[in-house]
């Protein structure tokens, strides 16, 4: 498992054995990669097909892409090339514990045991009970599970107990916030870490681009893609890889700027990033760090000892933020 990897033994320069931690995958042949997990086509409600979805994904400058139509799986595992890689997936419309409406997201590499192209994942009752057992059932079957929008979807982090089958919580969903004003997730993330939950964050556009149609202007204002993002470290650019990579927390979730290394080494935890206006570090209570100036692309400072968990957010002059996963310490 990459999580396994986190802990590396290292020397200082008097020869003293040291201890880094990081989230990233510590394998000098990883690649970068950028991708959009939460997206939909015509398959669903969405106004593009899957290969235009990838053709335009492409342009962007995007590496790879999950589609994930509503209640439907479709196959997309032949559009992925030696340049492109496509996630398999679907949304779930399904229910919290308390019965109330949420969507969830499912992703995996290739095949998932009972998952047939064209297949509609709709389930038999709606309830919670029902729901929450299918969450556990793909997760055992190896599926990265998220829990999409949680702002959008009005629901409380009360209502989402400490044990549960996510993976993740979907911090910036672009569409949403983007035409909405509904797609920040962050703070209900924050209160799921601070009761203990130990979830990555996640972000995407989830994109219907129903304002702007293929043939017309897709880099209009109206536009729900190419906004929010998740850039994975991987081994390659495997969808196994990916999905592997994601599982880990071997990823940064971002609206804008670059997260290039974060990891915490001999006491002191160390940021680096694109250029940035403030970068914050944060542990499992208030904001207690932060670092601020008009070109600001690193930030190493002392930690206080106590810390259960430690993450970073960077934020460029546009307001545009990236975000790391958290390094657990204890």
């Known amino acids: 498992m990459l999580r396994e990897k986190a802990w590396l033994s290292i020397k200082n320069k008097r020869g003293c054995a040291i201890m880094k931690k990081t989230i990233f995958l510590q394998d000098e042949n990883a690649v970068w990669l950028k991708g959009n997990i939460h997206s939909h086509t015509v398959f669903s409600d969405g106004s593009w097909t899957p290969e235009q979805m990838k053709d335009q994904y492409k342009k962007h400058g995007y590496d790879f892409l999950a589609v994930t139509d509503h209640d439907t799986y ?176 071997s990823f940064y979730t971002s609206t804008g700027p670059s997260i290039y290394d974060f990891y915490v080494e001999d006491g002191y935890v160390h940021v680096k990033c694109s250029p940035c206006i403030r970068i914050y570090i944060n542990g499992e209570t208030r904001q207690y760090q932060r670092k601020m100036g008009r070109h600001v692309t690193e930030f190493v400072t002392k930690l206080k000892g106590t810390e259960k968990l430690i993450r970073a957010e960077c934020m460029d002059a546009a307001g545009r933020s990236a975000y790391s996963n958290p390094i657990f310490l204890d």
């Open 74 to 249: 479709t196959d997309t595992r032949s559009l992925t090339d030696d340049t492109f890689t496509m996630i398999q997936g679907f949304e779930l419309w399904g229910n919290a514990s308390n019965d109330k409406d949420i969507h969830v997201n499912f992703l995996w590499a290739d095949e998932v045991e009972g998952i047939a192209p064209g297949q509609k994942m709709t389930l038999p009752e709606r309830t919670g009970k029902v729901s929450l057992g299918l969450c556990y059932e793909l997760r055992e079957k190896g599926c990265y599970v998220m829990l999409n929008h949680p702002h959008w979807s009005l629901l409380t982090s009360p209502e989402i107990e400490n044990e549960n089958p996510y993976h993740a919580v979907e911090i910036m969903n672009y569409a949403t916030e983007w035409l909405e004003n509904m797609g920040d997730g962050s703070v209900f993330w924050t209160e799921m870490l601070l009761r203990g939950c130990r979830l990555w964050n996640g972000g995407s556009d989830d994109n219907h681009n129903g304002h702007c149609p293929i043939d017309g202007d897709v880099d209009s204002m109206y536009c729900d893609s190419f906004g929010g993002f998740t850039v994975v470290k991987a081994a390659d650019r495997s969808p196994q890889a990916i999905i592997e990579a994601m599982k880990a927390g």
